[in-house]
């Protein structure tokens, strides 16, 4: 115990000595408010408005809140951000949600997921949601910058391309030559900039991986990967060491996840050397980075990817060991310069230390409506195990999970356990779900949900994506 805490006051005085200070309040927690009307709602739908909040620097979701929409279609609700984001309304799309501001919106129900949305106002998130859409078509068109199944002959000359989209967005910033309406202000004008920048670099990524890669991650050709991200010394500034990175719009994990699966591919994925300290480990896997691209700096970028793998996924649960997270976040420390990293990252520590002293916010929120669905569901099995798996036809790993999964299934079908598979049926339509199902021999109880209520069991379990697993023991209740 003493240990951990050591460590926080440790990175606090980092901080402080570094004479940082986090001005902008934008990268601080805080609240904002989503409030806007449902046109043209049906009696019996869009009851419920899902939205996803999403932490880059601890690469989880914080929250999945279900928002209510009373009768005559009208919502409102606070919303806790982590920082200023984009954040994910379900059916509907990403738009970005400012810290202390408001964002009105409708959404016309008769029309598909982003059709239909207007903002309403101008404050911040409304003026950035209404100009982006517009500001993306006057530079890359309606298509998708990515092309899949390009061959490597024609790879360089389309990355040329790309490069060339860069730089042509890069002289406009700089010279103020954005088409953006009079009275946009500083921080619209960065943020739309940034989104600007994302979309080709993503692209670039994105066929990297596709288009030249096969296999693990970490097997791919390091000098080939030199090679085709030549451009990045020359960007820097634009690509990694800019904060502002945060604040894209679509897809905002996908690309953060992008730049740390793809690029700097050695933070997660460079072997160990024996009785290598953390510290070390982290100093030598940082300095390939850097070395490999000619970076001048570990910069904004980079400092997030240290920061997410000392956060990573399986070192937060429960069975983790309090001094092994301890060693690896102490080996961050000596190279998170950037206030804003140290921040969110002395935060997440601080937050895993009380959940560790038995402070832990419970799995399941309470939410009655969503208790209700639960409650309907699991009744039946009332004195069994439960098995309950929440997944998707367009979802691979929860096929291929369910396939290997039968042989379990058959032989513990006697014993008082019962695999539970639950789906939403607008994702996953009954009739070419049970085909499938049938087709191959899937076992088990499988439950087809209502949208709605797949939104408030995703709310209620704190989950956004499938393949999603839970254990309920046979008196009902959900194991940690």
């Known amino acids: 115990m003493m240990k951990r805490l050591t460590i926080s006051i440790l990175l606090l005085a980092f901080v402080t000595f570094a004479g940082y200070a986090i001005d902008n309040s934008h990268f601080q927690p805080g609240t904002a408010v989503l409030k806007g009307r449902i046109l043209n709602k049906p009696a019996d739908e869009w009851n419920i408005l899902s939205v996803v909040i999403y932490n880059v620097f601890t690469d989880e979701e914080e929250q999945v809140l279900a928002i209510p929409v009373a009768a005559d279609g009208s919502f409102e609700s606070r919303i806790p951000l982590p920082y200023s984001q984009s954040i994910k309304v379900r059916d509907v799309d990403f738009m970005f949600l400012a810290v202390g501001d408001t964002l009105e919106m409708t959404k016309d129900a008769k029309l598909e997921d982003e059709e239909g949305v207007t903002f309403v106002g101008n404050t911040i998130s409304a003026n950035i949601n209404r100009l982006w859409p517009k500001l993306r078509k006057h530079y890359f068109g309606e298509g998708n910058l990515f092309t899949k199944g390009l061959t490597r002959e024609e790879i360089p000359a389309w990355k040329k391309q790309m490069v060339k989209q860069l730089d042509s967005v890069i002289a406009d910033i700089e010279g103020d030559r954005l088409p953006l309406p009079a009275g946009t202000s500083a921080f619209e004008k960065e943020l739309l900039a940034v989104n600007l920048l994302s979309e080709p670099f993503m692209a670039i990524m994105e066929n ?8 693990p991650l970490y097997n791919i050709n390091k000098d080939e990967l030199s090679e085709y991200y030549d451009f990045l010394a020359d960007r820097e500034q634009w690509l990694l060491d800019n904060p502002a990175m945060l604040f894209v719009i679509s897809t905002p994990s996908t690309f953060i996840n ?3 699966n793809y690029t700097m591919i050695d933070i997660h994925f460079a072997p160990k050397v024996a009785g290598e300290s953390k510290a070390a480990y982290y100093q030598r896997v940082s300095q390939i980075v850097t070395e490999r691209y000619g970076l001048k700096n570990i910069g904004f970028m980079q400092q997030l990817i240290l920061s997410q793998d000392v956060f990573y996924e399986d070192r937060m649960n429960e069975e983790s060991d309090p001094d092994v997270l301890a060693e690896y976040f102490a080996g961050i420390i000596p190279l998170i310069s950037n206030p804003i990293v140290a921040q969110h990252a002395l935060d997440r520590y601080r937050q895993y230390v009380k959940q560790r002293e038995g402070k832990a916010i419970e799995t399941a929120t309470a939410m009655p409506e969503a208790d209700a669905v639960f409650q309907r569901i699991i009744e039946p099995y009332r004195g069994n195990t439960l098995f309950i798996h929440f997944w998707g036809m367009t979802c691979k790993p929860c096929r291929a999970e369910m396939l290997g999964e039968r042989e379990k299934v058959e032989q513990m079908k006697d014993q008082p356990v019962r695999f539970l598979y639950i789906c939403d049926e607008k994702e996953s339509p009954r009739e070419r779900t049970e085909k499938w199902l049938n087709e191959n021999n899937i076992k088990g109880e499988h439950i087809f949900l209502k949208h709605e209520e797949w939104l408030l069991l ?6 956004n994506a499938t393949p999603f697993s839970i254990v309920v ?8």
Not at 208 to 215: E, L, P
């Open 458 to 463: 995703n709310a209620k379990l704190q989950f």
């Open 473 to 480: 023991d046979s008196a009902g209740n959900i194991k940690p």
């Open 258 to 260: 992008r730049i740390r």
């Open 208 to 215: 990297y991986r596709y288009n030249m890669t096969t296999g």
